[in-house]
């Protein structure tokens, strides 16, 4: 008998869980949607649905930045207005009907270098979001091995210390958007750096900074982590930075779960990453930590239910305000939902 493809819904199937406590209210701050290109299977509202709709109580989402449904003609700085129109029109069926989650913030692309034309693009953000754009996403990931990723990351060099990159986070702040980022665990430093220059914009780390595993950094976890833990502490010292908890089980992450025969249960979850969020939480407090699904990325891993069951287990010592903040609170006020 042929083994499930990681990934597909035959794979996640050989793992389900009951949910822990289903009735608790939930926020998934950070998920992705794309249509079916070249081989890559499309991930819209129905999946969404399936996923989000699989015992746990998730009320309202945030869509994050994928380079989905750019326009392929106009000027170049506006190309990625079309990924807010494509997903505000999906966040529409998602309030009409279907009694599912609710996409109720895009946080979308645009290069935060363009200088005076920035406002003009946020400003077609804005309009093409219906009420539903709440910032920017542009992500600083580079590393020097991209050959050994498998989601290599597209960030310039020295982006974060980039003057006319940082008069642009800037203005996000001025317009009462957020920054979103994603990067690697070597470029903490570099991000805390940009965090105490622009105080004056709400920062949100994503995925705990991207500890890599694979390629060059397999068998030197502990190494990592250590370094990882110290980054970390740093980059809580700024104020303006709120992070979310989630995204360790993509590939690059080299925990393995997606070159099994089964995915990963909640158990192992916990057992494999449990101090990394205890860590960051310490670190930020509750209420600057929101945890994060990365799905469909995370989904190359384990199944959705599995991931918020792990966050259930994680979050039991903490009390139920702090656990209210995690689950829903957190996202609620940094995006305005």
């Given at each position: 008998?042929?083994?499930?493809v990681?990934?597909s ?7 389900r869980?009951?949910?822990i406590?289903?009735?608790r ?17 499309g991930y ?5 649905w ?21 326009r392929?003609?106009?000027p170049?700085?506006f ?7 494509f997903?505000a029109r ?13 996409i ?5 692309h ?6 005076s ?13 219906g ?16 050959q ?21 986070v800037?203005l996000l ?8 980022t ?18 004056g ?6 995925h705990f900074?991207t500890?890599?595993?694979v ?16 980054d970390?502490?740093?980059?809580a010292?700024?104020?303006?930075v ?19 025969d089964?995915p ?15 860590h960051?939480?310490e670190c930020?407090?509750p ?10 990325v ?7 239910g599995?991931?918020?069951?792990a966050?259930?287990?994680?979050a ?6 702090e656990?209210?903040?995690m689950f ?10």
């Amino acid at each position: 008998m042929t083994t499930p493809v990681p990934g597909s819904t035959a794979w996640l199937d050989q793992v389900r869980e009951d949910a822990i406590d289903p009735d608790r209210p939930i926020i998934d701050p950070h998920h992705h949607l794309w249509k079916s290109i070249g081989g890559r299977a499309g991930y819209l509202l129905a999946d969404l649905w399936a996923d989000t709709g699989s015992g746990h109580r998730i009320e309202k989402t945030v869509f994050v930045e994928c380079r989905a449904s750019y326009r392929d003609s106009g000027p170049e700085a506006f190309r990625p207005i079309g990924e807010t129109e494509f997903v505000a029109r999906i966040a529409g069926a998602s309030r009409d009907g279907g009694g599912g989650a609710v996409i109720a913030g895009i946080v979308g692309h645009a290069d935060l270098r363009l200088g005076s034309g920035l406002r003009d693009v946020l400003q077609a953000h804005e309009r093409a979001g219906g009420g539903l754009f709440r910032g920017i996403r542009h992500s600083g990931a580079r590393d020097p091995h991209p050959q050994a990723l498998s989601i290599p990351g597209r960030g310039a060099e020295g982006l974060y210390a980039d003057a006319a990159f940082r008069e642009g986070v800037a203005l996000l702040g001025e317009l009462g958007c957020t920054y979103d980022t994603w990067h690697y665990h070597h470029q903490n430093g570099a991000f805390a750096d940009l965090a105490r220059a622009v105080p004056g914009t709400t920062m949100v780390l994503d995925h705990f900074g991207t500890p890599l595993g694979v390629g060059p950094y397999a068998g030197q976890r502990e190494a990592i982590f250590d370094g990882w833990r110290r980054d970390i502490a740093a980059v809580a010292k700024c104020p303006n930075v709120v992070a979310k908890i989630g995204g360790l089980a993509m590939p690059d992450n080299g925990f393995g779960w997606d070159l099994r025969d089964r995915p990963a249960t909640s158990d192992e979850l916990v057992a494999a990453q449990a101090r990394y969020y205890h860590h960051a939480i310490e670190c930020f407090g509750p209420e600057r930590c929101m945890f994060e699904s990365n799905f469909p990325v995370d989904r190359r891993s384990l199944p959705y239910g599995v991931y918020w069951n792990a966050m259930k287990k994680l979050a039991a010592r903490y009390s139920p305000d702090e656990q209210h903040a995690m689950f829903y609170g957190t996202a609620a006020r940094v995006y305005r939902l």
